[in-house]
């Protein structure tokens, strides 16, 4: 028999009684082997095709759900990416630390603002409903136009005094950050936004407007949010941890979650609470630079110096391991008690997962340690099948009451399978079926072999089920038998 192949994919675990306050991920790690040759992320995107786009230290990658493919211009002046941006016309565009580049074709072609301007991080480009682009560069917030001269473009400087970041919201309003100020550009003026309304002076770097209208802007050090219809700045910034090695970046979810990127790991806002994600919550590194949903609600998170990282099963599922303490990371079978608690039976030791979300495991005592089988009965009780001592009986207070072998009637103790029907319990074990009298008040139970059609002592029974009509279903070595109104029948017989 197989351990359960998807609880062993997403790495169930924990161990001995201790409680550990974060969540645990899993995460897929994408590098050289996959022809990311640079590992410096800085910025992510996603174009309207489907491929993601990934900005490092020495030039722009594409990846096409298989292999990443290099794109690094001879024209270029620097290979060093800063922001990767789709416009709404389908147009992308990507900064470098000195030059804009707009995709034509299958290449990519420097735009001449008539100066010298530079980039500074992933919060650099924006656009508007009709595609045209934002960019924030070190002499100030230029808008791109078209000239009326076939694809060329010309830039409309809206300050001139260096701009950090720009965001551009539904309604068409430009946020940019410039000097130690927020600004918002109406379409006709430009006016400091922060200025009374309690928004410390900063480098704000990252702007962005969640789902229901609340503006958040951020800072190395700071995050703020405006509310819809509020006056004021908020100070959002408690638990949050700096972002000192690149301009500061914010991502919105589709669910509204906020991405945080921070020196010390991915905060996510949960509505008003924060969670951060690092190396103890299974991301690769404590060191993300950026992070990107994709249309298929896909996290991916860029890392300094490793890589992407893409969060396998979000937002669904959460992991344990052997790094959390699980007693094994091979997974054999998997059931909820009564009173919400997962148990896990594993090659070394049975878990219990405490109920209630705080993660509190304590590793359960058996006579042995590899539990195959799993199940809970009308009382409460659960059951558990070892590899080569029998079934061992806990009450509902998980206490280990009674192990039942050779001295019940359970003449074989390989067990493969427990399943509870009828107030009996089915026994599917290396050597033959087993059904146990009906539990007793008191306790105490015995099993006999079941007279299966075609079957001998050495065949080898498997995890059984019951149907929907009350009929049980037990896979064995010599095909698949199926109990009905006490009569047993098997396919090919």
């Known amino acids: 028999m197989s351990p359960v192949s998807l609880w062993s994919r997403i790495t169930l675990g924990a161990m001995l009684a201790s409680n550990l306050m974060a969540q645990r ?5 994408y590098a ?22 990934v900005g490092t230290q020495d030039g722009l990658f594409r990846y096409d759900g298989e292999r990443f493919e290099h794109y690094a211009g001879r024209n270029w002046q620097s290979k060093d990416l800063q922001a990767v941006h789709e416009a709404a016309d389908g147009t992308l565009w990507a900064a470098t630390r000195l030059d804009l580049l707009r995709q034509v074709g299958g290449e990519f ?9 530079e980039f500074a991080g992933a919060g650099s480009l924006s656009s508007d409903s009709q595609g045209r682009l934002n960019a924030a560069t070190s002499k100030g917030l230029a808008l791109l136009e078209p000239t009326g001269q076939g694809a060329a473009l010309g830039a409309r400087w809206i300050s001139h005094e260096p701009a950090v970041g720009v965001y551009v919201e539904p309604s068409g309003a430009v946020w940019f950050g410039s000097g130690q100020e927020l600004w918002r550009w109406d379409g006709q003026r430009a006016d400091s936004f922060g200025k009374g309304r309690q928004l410390p002076a900063d480098r704000w770097s990252s702007m962005v407007k969640d789902l229901r209208g609340n503006l958040w802007v951020r800072s190395a050090t700071r995050l703020f949010e405006l509310p819809e219809r509020g006056s004021r700045f908020l100070d959002r910034g408690t638990g949050i941890s700096p972002m000192t090695v690149l301009p500061a970046s914010l991502c919105l979810a589709s669910s509204g979650e906020l991405w945080i990127p921070t020196d010390s790991g991915l905060s996510v806002r949960r509505g008003e609470r924060t969670e951060v994600i690092g190396s103890d919550g299974g991301l690769p ?18 890392l300094r110096g490793l890589g992407v990282a893409r969060w396998l099963g979000y937002p669904q599922w959460e992991s344990w391991t052997t790094a959390d303490g699980l007693s094994n990371n091979v997974i054999w ?14 090659n070394h030791g049975l878990n219990i997962l405490q109920a209630g979300g705080n993660r509190r495991v304590r590793l359960a005592r058996t006579v042995e340690d590899r539990v195959r089988a799993l199940s809970v009965d009308e009382r409460g009780h659960v059951w558990a099948g070892t590899s080569m001592a029998g079934l061992n009986e806990y009450d509902a207070q998980r206490k280990l009451v009674r192990v039942y072998g050779v001295r019940s009637g359970l003449t074989d103790l390989r067990v493969n399978g427990v399943v509870v ?34 079957t001998d002592a050495n065949e080898l029974f498997y995890q059984g089920v019951v149907d929907r009509r009350g009929w049980l279903w037990v896979p064995a070595t010599r095909g698949l038998a199926w109990l009905h109104d006490g009569v047993w029948s098997r396919l090919g017989q």
Do not use: H
Not at 25 to 29: E, I, Q
Not at 109 to 117: E, I, L, N, Q, W
Not at 286 to 292: E, G, R, T, W
Not at 333 to 346: E, H, I, S
């Open 109 to 117: 072609a420097r735009v001449d603002f008539g100066k010298a301007v």
């Open 333 to 346: 079978a998997v059931r909820r008690d009564r009173g919400g608690a997962l148990w896990v039976g594993t």
């Open 285 to 302: 590194s404590d060191n993300p630079s950026a992070a990107l949903q994709d249309r298929e609600g896909s996290l991916w998170v860029g």
């Open 32 to 53: 050289a082997e996959q022809g990311l040759t640079n590992l410096g992320t800085q910025c992510l995107a996603q174009d309207r095709a489907g491929f993601l786009w």
């Open 25 to 29: 991920y899993s995460f897929r790690l």
């Open 421 to 454: 029907a009828g107030g009996r319990l089915w026994v599917s074990t290396a050597g033959g079926l087993f059904r146990s009298t009906p539990a007793q008040p008191g306790g105490g139970i015995r099993f006999e072999r079941q007279a299966v059609p075609g």
